[in-house]
């Protein structure tokens, strides 16, 4: 008999932790090892490195998911780790793949296409929810719209933050040297994603044509 996947749920809403752990004890492919509502508790379970799989969600009271997934896959790199969360944002997306982990959800997902996708994960497979997917195609594709006429329909000041986001400053950086508030830095920004067709600085640095730029 083949051993079961000794599966932890970290999950702080009750309700949705009940019910994933109700469903995957009735399974004869999982063993729910440890159920826990933040990232504290976990790190706090004596047997965390028997685990064979975490379904973690993101946003959690205390350390996120993204930053727990970071800790354990340093520690545990064999651990794998499926995000189960509500965010469809790119950032979010792109910090969970950068920290380790093995999958993306949403929680829209079925029971059955979450239970799927974590034996898919067990076999040497990666699970996304379609959307998440797609985000991750669309976000590698070339972007035509990321031409000189593109940069050049931004202002002289959308152009400078372009700049200084280039240069890897934050928003409370690029407020600071620009001498504006934060809120119009992100009013700013808003407007250079849709002039240019994106949705993030992940985006921007890859795609950008540099060159059309000059101090």
Avoid at 1 to 20: A, P, Q, S, W
Avoid at 93 to 113: M, N, P, Q, T, V
Avoid at 125 to 151: C, E, T
Avoid at 189 to 203: D, T, V, W
Wanted: hydrophobic fraction near 40%; aromatic fraction near 6%; charged fraction near 30%.
């Amino acid at each position: 008999m083949t051993d079961k996947i000794k599966l932890g749920i970290l999950e702080d809403v009750n309700v949705v932790r009940t019910t994933l752990s109700d469903f995957f004890e009735n399974d004869t492919k999982f063993e729910v090892s440890t159920l826990a509502c933040n990232a504290e508790e976990l790190l706090e379970y004596e047997e965390v490195h028997l685990l064979d799989q975490l379904l973690c969600d993101i946003s959690l009271p205390g350390k996120s998911g993204i930053e727990l997934t970071w800790i354990l896959k340093n520690k545990y790199p064999d651990l794998q780790i499926v995000m189960f969360t509500v965010y469809e944002e790119d950032d979010k997306i792109f910090d969970a793949i950068r920290s380790g982990a093995d999958g993306y959800l949403l929680k829209r997902s079925s029971l059955i296409e979450l239970r799927k996708a974590l034996l898919d994960v067990k076999a040497g497979g990666s699970a996304m929810s379609p959307a998440i997917a797609r985000r991750v195609m669309d976000f590698f594709k070339p972007k035509a719209s990321m031409s000189a006429s593109g940069v050049e329909s931004l202002t002289d000041q959308e152009k400078q933050i372009v700049l200084l986001i280039l240069e890897g400053h934050n928003n409370r950086v690029i407020a600071d040297i620009m001498c504006i508030s934060v809120d119009t830095i992100k009013y700013h920004i808003k407007k250079i994603y849709k002039r240019l067709q994106i949705n993030s600085r992940e985006e921007l640095e890859r795609n950008l044509p540099r060159d059309l730029f000059s101090k």
